[in-house]
């Protein structure tokens, strides 16, 4: 009788079951944590961007044209060097790494379009398009019948984001597979004022 005592005591002792507890769901915790944290940041660094891009667009569309065809000093009009230095220092001010955009030279596209690509110290690729005749078509209401066709300043920046909720799934999947990084985008437009 003394064995089915000691087996029963055995099973229903509790003791040491909160540390069996805690290392069960310690790495649940750790990737919720995390991916809390990942998220949040990604979605600020969103924010930091939009911001950016949307400064990019407002300084675009109030710069003239009479500079559009001529090149400054970093491939392009001095106007659309100034719209790229303006996101370097948004970045900057917002203590987003600017890749190294400040130095980057454009790389002129189709007619009134230019491409900024930075890679220095950066996760991924950093691109900034500038769309100096970018066009779209409006409907007004009655009693206007006409659509009208108005020329705006775009701009698109891609900014590359390294997650670091890849390096911890692992804890509750060793073969989950996660991005490494991805692109956060942001397009603006602005119509144009002059």
């Known amino acids: 009788m003394t064995r089915i005592n000691r087996l029963r005591e055995l099973l229903t002792e509790t003791t040491g079951s ?5 290392a069960v769901s310690l790495p649940l915790l750790v990737v919720l944590v995390v991916g809390i944290f990942d998220f949040g940041s990604a979605f600020n660094l969103k924010q930091k961007v939009h911001n950016a891009t949307l400064l990019a667009a407002r300084i ?3 710069q003239p044209t009479r500079d559009l065809s001529t090149t400054g000093s970093c ?3 001095e106007s659309i060097c100034a719209i ?9 001010a917002a203590k ?3 890749c190294g955009l400040a130095a980057t030279p454009a790389v002129p596209g189709a007619a009134l379009v230019w491409t900024f690509t930075a890679t220095t110290n950066c ?17 007004l209401n009655p009693p206007f019948e006409a659509n009208y066709t108005i020329e705006a300043t775009r701009a698109t920046l891609s900014y590359p984001y390294r997650w670091q909720f890849s390096n911890v799934i692992k804890l509750l999947s060793p073969s989950a597979s996660y991005p490494g990084a991805s692109q956060i985008n942001s397009v603006v437009v602005v119509q144009n004022v002059t």
């Open 84 to 92: 790229r230095d303006s996101v370097a220092s948004s970045l900057n």
């Open 75 to 77: 491939n392009a009009p």
């Open 18 to 22: 909160q540390i069996i507890e805690f």
């Open 123 to 139: 996760a991924g690729t950093l691109t900034l398009t500038v769309e100096r005749g970018f066009t779209y078509t409006t409907t």
């Open 60 to 62: 675009g569309a109030n």
């Open 96 to 98: 987003v790494n600017d």
